[in-house]
T-cell receptor, first 118, second 115 residues
Framework: NAGVTQTPKFQVLKTGQSMTLQCAQDMNHEYMSWYRQDPGMGLRLIHYSVGAGITDQGEVPNGYNVSRSTTEDFPLRLLSAAPSQTSVYFC?????????????????FGPGTRLTVL | AQTVTQSQPEMSVQEAETVTLSCTYDTSESDYYLFWYKQPPSRQMILVIRQEAYKQQNATENRFSVNFQKAAKSFSLKISDSQLGDAAMYFCASFGASGTYKYIFGTGTRLKVLA
């Protein structure tokens, strides 16, 4: 298993450009999520998905779009990049969102994407 | 709404000593889980320990244990016999399992281990 993969690892954008951060997992996980990590702010939830075809907003969704057409993939789109979106972005997945506690509730994280918007 | 608060931006501990990292949380969910994650300089997020809120028994994983006080909404992490490899950022997180299905993280505590 490759686990959770993210591409690219680094990206520099100019203000106003759009791009898609890719996230994929090969563990058949139902739940996937995107976070941004900024100094002193911890990880903040951008969007999440409890299964294919279902997405919802997290704490800081503005300026980002997501879709979940397959179980494996959960891309994050920046519509018009702004300097305030300079951050490290993490994708994560877990087996399921519903049901009985157990091994299914641990999140597995990708290696992160460092994005700089000039 | 869920909130997670870590009031200690930085902590230091001598090698082989014990340290406790604090975390308080607030949630309206009837079913939730609590986690501690470790982030070393490599930036990779690693699960340290997990606690199901319906369980009264505190979780333990080798040198790591928690003190879960449900009524006080407190979830502290104790690291015993600290090792140099424990130096990292530690994040407390909650997951709402009965409605929001969101993971919410605290702002983190940077742990330094002194040789």
């Amino acid at each position: 298993n490759a686990g959770v993969t993210q591409t690219p690892k680094f990206q520099v954008l100019k203000t106003g450009q759009s791009m898609t951060l890719q996230c994929a997992q090969d563990m058949n996980h139902e739940y996937m999520s995107w976070y941004r990590q900024d100094p002193g702010m911890g990880l903040r939830l951008i969007h999440y998905s409890v299964g294919a075809g279902i997405t919802d907003q997290g704490e800081v969704p503005n300026g980002y779009n997501v879709s979940r057409s397959t179980t494996e993939d959960f891309p994050l789109r920046l519509l018009s990049a702004a300097p305030s979106q300079t951050s490290v972005y993490f994708c994560a997945s877990s087996y399921r969102a519903f049901g009985v506690a157990g091994e299914g509730d641990e999140q597995f994280f990708g290696p992160g994407t460092r994005l700089t918007v000039l | 709404a869920q909130t997670v608060t870590q009031s200690q931006p930085e902590m230091s501990v001598q090698e082989a000593e014990t340290v406790t990292l604090s975390c308080t949380y607030d949630t309206s969910e009837s079913d939730y889980y609590l986690f501690w994650y470790k982030q070393p300089p490599s930036r990779q997020m690693i699960l340290v320990i997990r606690q199901e809120a319906y369980k009264q028994q505190n979780a333990t994983e080798n040198r790591f244990s928690v003190n879960f006080q449900k009524a006080a909404k407190s979830f502290s992490l104790k690291i015993s016999d600290s090792q140099l490899g424990d130096a990292a950022m530690y994040f407390c997180a909650s997951f709402g399992a009965s409605g929001t299905y969101k993971y919410i993280f605290g702002t983190g505590t940077r742990l330094k281990v002194l040789a």
